[in-house]
């Protein structure tokens, strides 16, 4: 099905894990890219793999904490392929810690990459998408933003805050066709899960109705789902992809 043919679709952090696997299934659809990370070189590295596949791709450095580089990858993006469709605000990182060791500069960074980061892409995305009429951005939560998780009251706090931004922009921008919808991913396989100790990987997968972890894919498939026309009447919803785990 080729559900984002003639569509471009920005991706951040996608060099790896649940991104880069997004990507692929939107590659899958028909989807110009653009493979945005904080890493160059690695951006590079999965822009070749999609490209080998037969995917058109554009790879850029992008920190989403820097305004001006956010601004840029956008109208990269629309240099490059003549529109901005999809925004998939993917990119993150955790810093782990309970209250009582978590540092002040653990907060801010979490919530720099994840709230921050993903308020700039709707930022600058929407700008272009509402001059075009149409658009589609999905902001990648995480079921932790549902629930609060111990150890996570930054991650928690920016993945609920992208909730509420997630229906604020909704509300903004519908009339002007663009549409804003949120995924709430709970267990995935990917280097930010591998990095659990052997014992929370197994508490967390105790907690999954399904009986095991997802794999990126499968949050890739949702993400198409939202962004494209699929989903065309939906706007300021949060999908759990969860397994079943915090229903
Ligand atoms: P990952 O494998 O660590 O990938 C995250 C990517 O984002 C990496 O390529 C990383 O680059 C990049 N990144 C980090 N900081 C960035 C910045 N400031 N600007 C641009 N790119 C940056 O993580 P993942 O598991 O795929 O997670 C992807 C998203 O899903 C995140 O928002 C995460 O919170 C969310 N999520 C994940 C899970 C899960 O179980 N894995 C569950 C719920 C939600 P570097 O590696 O160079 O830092």
Known sequence: MDLLEGRSAIIT????????????????????????????QAAKDAAEELVAGGATVLPVRCDVTDEDGVEAMVAACAAEFGSV??????????????LRKMTAEQFRQVMDVHLFGTW????????????????SIVNISSIS??????GQTNYSAAKAGIVGMT?????????????VNAIQP???RTAM???????????KLAGVPMGRAAEPE??????????????SYMTGTVLEVTGGRHM
């Open 218 to 231: 499968e949050v890739g498939r949702v993400a198409l789902f939202l962004a494209s026309d699929l989903s």
């Open 186 to 188: 709970g267990l995935v």
């Open 145 to 150: 933003g549902k629930v609060g998780l111990v």
């Open 120 to 135: 700039l892409g709707m930022k600058y995305a929407s700008l272009k998408m509402r001059e075009q009429g149409n658009g």
């Open 85 to 98: 469709d999809v925004l998939v605000n993917n990119a993150g990182i955790t810093r782990d810690a309970t």
């Open 13 to 40: 952090g996608a060099a790896q894990g649940i991104g880069l696997a997004i990507a692929r299934v939107f590659a899958g659809a028909g989807a110009r890219l653009v493979i945005a990370d904080i890493d160059e």
């Open 193 to 203: 899960t591998e990095a659990l100790r052997p014992d929370i990987w197994a508490e």
């Open 167 to 179: 229906k604020a922009g909704a509300k903004e921008l519908a009339h002007l066709g663009v549409r």
